[in-house]
């Protein structure tokens, strides 16, 4: 079965791990919430259906049409970073800190425990 396959968890968990701590901050503009409707033009089919077919048979077409929606439109927050990788994992706005507190979040913080 492909449970015996895998990688132990300890190996997933720290992979995981690993790219969670180099996330990288991006650009929210360039993480979808801002997007642009002059993108639109480009799901539309062709004009010609046998390239309609031909793309749309493709076993790579969704795979590089993913690359260029995500690769080229992902921008760091800090633009002396380099832009995230394909397996990278990215995030556009920092998480609250739960120590602290916070009664418009609904986060109690930590007082009087070690946080």
């Not at 760091?76 to 970073?81: A, D, G, S």
């Not at 990788?85 to 990215?90: A, C, I, N």
Request: hydrophobic residues 25%; aromatic residues 6%.
């Amino acid at each position: 079965t492909c449970w015996m396959r895998l990688p132990p968890f300890r190996v997933i968990g720290d992979i995981l791990k690993d790219r969670y701590d180099g996330a990288s901050h991006i650009d929210n503009a360039s993480s979808g919430q801002n997007r642009n409707s002059n993108n639109a033009h480009r799901n539309r089919p062709l004009k010609n259906p046998k390239l309609n077919n031909l793309i749309g048979n493709s076993i790579h077409s969704k795979r590089d049409n993913r690359r260029k929606k995500y690769g080229q439109q992902l921008k760091p927050f800090n633009p002396e970073h380099k832009p995230p990788g394909v397996k990278d994992l990215v995030y556009y706005e920092m998480s609250p800190g739960f120590c602290d507190r916070n009664p418009k979040l609904g986060i109690p913080g930590t007082h009087g425990r070690l946080c």
